[in-house]
């Protein structure tokens, strides 16, 4: 049941406390965010239990390869590389049915990245929001980062007045704020279709990166994917964990790590993709510390140095952005000032335990 008005005035005022102690200065009072019933919350005394592992059945895997239930003649797409990332205009996914958010899963898979425009997807309420995204799986409750107060599903993306997430993340003494990463892969069940809307935004500014996964290893000799296949590397929570710990943030399930295959096959598509991210992608198994240093630094430049398979997704207001965590790896762009607002929520609904290639 949606929560009524006085429910949403109270977590709103209880996240504005929070705020308040985290130091969130508005420079004025009536510039505060748009939505704030998704303020950033933080309680660190909330707890999760582990993360139990669910069945899983891709919504892909029953969606009509022709797309006649989400594409139509009032669809408007626009390609913005052959290997990653389509704009769409004329589709409203708050109104797709069934079928139609199964082959949201299957054309996400397809093009990587989907770019929707003009959507009311964020005034459509916290639980219209929510059961979309549980389609594609149990949506991740973070373990550190914001979320809103009742509502542990929302992952919150919070940067202005002040309050700097993503310095807290990547520190000043880093020439830039590129930060490629798959989300939460340290899980042993990793995200597949997820959803980003954002509330508010910069006017220039705050794009998201995005490179093809699946491109990245169909650029390496056969020989090379050869070597890839059969390797497992270790994807750790531990070093989030011990930075919002440092920071007196909230640590709500205590730090996993998951031995996940190098190059992963899509239960969908059946395409292959490399599987390693700097994020969260620490060691690979087997092999001695320089050895596995010198392989994933290797892997690390040949994703960051891709321009050719990479995108910038930009942002309006009512962008909804879809993308396949499986198959890509994105970064954040912290290329606006702090006093400009960006306010942004994610829902993570955990896939299938990858597959190997
Ligand atoms: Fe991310």
Excluded: C
């Excluded at 491109?215 to 964990?241: D, I, N």
């Amino acid at each position: 049941m949606a929560p009524s008005v006085s429910e949403i005035a109270a977590q709103v005022q209880s996240a504005t406390d929070n705020v308040e102690k985290l130091n969130l200065k508005n420079t004025k009072q009536e510039d505060g965010p748009s939505y704030p019933f998704y303020s950033p919350y933080y309680d660190v005394n909330e707890k999760f239990p582990p993360t139990e592992i669910f069945e899983y059945q891709d919504p892909g895997l029953r969606a009509d390869p022709a797309k006649p239930h989400l594409l139509n003649s009032e669809t408007k797409l626009h390609h913005i590389s052959p290997f990653i990332g389509t704009e769409v205009s004329g589709v409203q996914i708050s109104q797709l049915s069934e079928e139609g958010l199964d082959e949201l899963a299957l054309y996400a898979a397809e093009r990587r990245v989907l770019i929707f425009r003009d959507q009311d997807f964020k005034d459509i309420g916290p639980e219209k929001q929510i059961a979309i995204a549980k389609r594609y799986g149990h949506i991740q409750r973070h373990p550190t980062s914001p979320n809103v107060k009742g509502y542990p599903e929302f992952h919150v993306v919070y940067r202005g007045d002040g309050h700097d997430r993503l310095r807290d993340v990547i520190p000043d003494d880093r020439i830039n704020r590129t930060q490629w990463h798959s989300d939460i892969s340290y899980e042993k069940q990793t995200p597949g279709t997820t959803f980003f809307f954002v509330l508010d935004q910069p006017d220039v500014g705050g794009d998201t990166l995005f490179a093809s996964q699946v491109e990245a290893y169909k650029r390496l000799s056969p020989a090379f994917q050869q070597r890839l296949e059969g390797l497992y590397a270790v994807h750790s929570a531990v070093e989030q964990a011990e930075a919002s710990r440092r920071r007196g943030g909230p640590v709500r399930r205590e730090p996993v790590e998951s031995v996940h295959p190098l190059v992963r096959r899509h239960p969908v598509t059946g395409e292959k993709a490399l599987y390693v991210n700097q994020g969260f992608t620490r060691r690979i198994v087997g092999y001695k510390v320089e050895e596995s240093e010198y392989l994933l630094k290797f892997l690390y430049d040949h994703i960051a140095k891709g321009a050719d398979f990479q995108i910038r997704a930009t942002y309006k207001p009512g962008t909804v952005v879809v993308w396949d965590n499986r198959v890509t790896v994105h970064s954040a762009t912290g290329d606006y000032d702090t006093s400009v607002r960006r306010h942004a929520v994610r829902l993570t609904p955990q896939a299938e335990v990858p597959i190997p290639a």
